[in-house]
């Protein structure tokens, strides 16, 4: 009750119309370093360039006005997103948050109110509900079955949240790293409630909606999961990619949808790769959509451009690499080991 008491009091300092842009916001508010001139030049080179964004950092990766969201990438590793959403009293609540994965992510949440005459910071404790394992595992049914808990040590580094914010619509996205970077263990997947759940916009804070278990039905095997137009067709969004150092991906089917199947398009900066050659126990097959690429296979290497597939065999050495001088987008196949 205390944090919805403090937004109200916020709130209520001054009435003001939503005229207040994105762009208005983004360059009033201190974010990632970046001096008004960059900012400025940084929308100047997204709405004026072909492609969108500028090659070096830092720029614009999603610019939508219309939406009130936009994110970028500043002066150093990891990318942030800006949203912002009208309060019925004409207010403004300012999501930001800053990401930077490397495997798991690093993810940081904050908070603005932003009034006629000022920009205030508040806690987002006061703006969201606690997200805790018990959003993602039924906890309970776990005690009442002698189940030990889960906790951080189960999953070392792959335990913690991530927050999407909306490109469309108002509700805040959670997802579980355990779910995307992890292994779920055989005796916690029957009190599996997914890897999504939503916080639901209310006016000024955000409530927390049940699990739908979008992409799984808990504690059945593939023969018995329900298979929908709605999760058997997914959309790429920019919001729910995941930053590299020299680029991004985006997961089209994680390891958990269908037997350790996956589909996921990776997009590599020029003349880089996401690490060096390497080999693991399952194959793999890339197939180039955009760029040039260098294929390694086994010591050798080859360059092919787009409409080009590349398999790797289990255990020999292989890699790709960026030789071009735009971006590199190709999709990975791969079935992971259990």
Known sequence: MRYRIFIVALLLQTQVSFGQTVKDIFLELPLGGLSLAQKEQMIYNFLNQKGGTEKERPYLIDYQPENYFLSFSGAYEGSEVLKCWKVSNGSQLIGVTYRECEGPCDDDLSFYIKSSNKVSKVPYSYVVPEVTIADFFDIEGMKKDGVKPINREAFTRFFGFLYHLPQNGENIRVESQTHRFGKIPEEYKKYDLGANFELVWNDGTFIKQKNTMLFKEAGTSNKEKQFTIENCVTEFSMEAATETKVGYQFWF????????????????APHSQTHDPHK???????????????????????????????????????????????????????????
């Open 280 to 338: 693991h126990p399952e194959d793999e097959m890339f197939y180039i959509l955009e760029g040039n690429a260098e294929f390694y296979l086994n010591g050798k290497t080859k360059v092919a451009g787009p409409n080009t597939s590349f398999y790797c065999p289990p255990n020999i050495e292989h890699g790709i690499k960026n030789v071009g001088d735009t971006e590199l987008k190709y999709l990975v196949i791969k079935k992971y080991e259990d």
């Open 253 to 268: 089917v994680d390891r958990e949808f269908l037997d350790g199947r996956t589909l996921k398009m990776s997009v590599v």
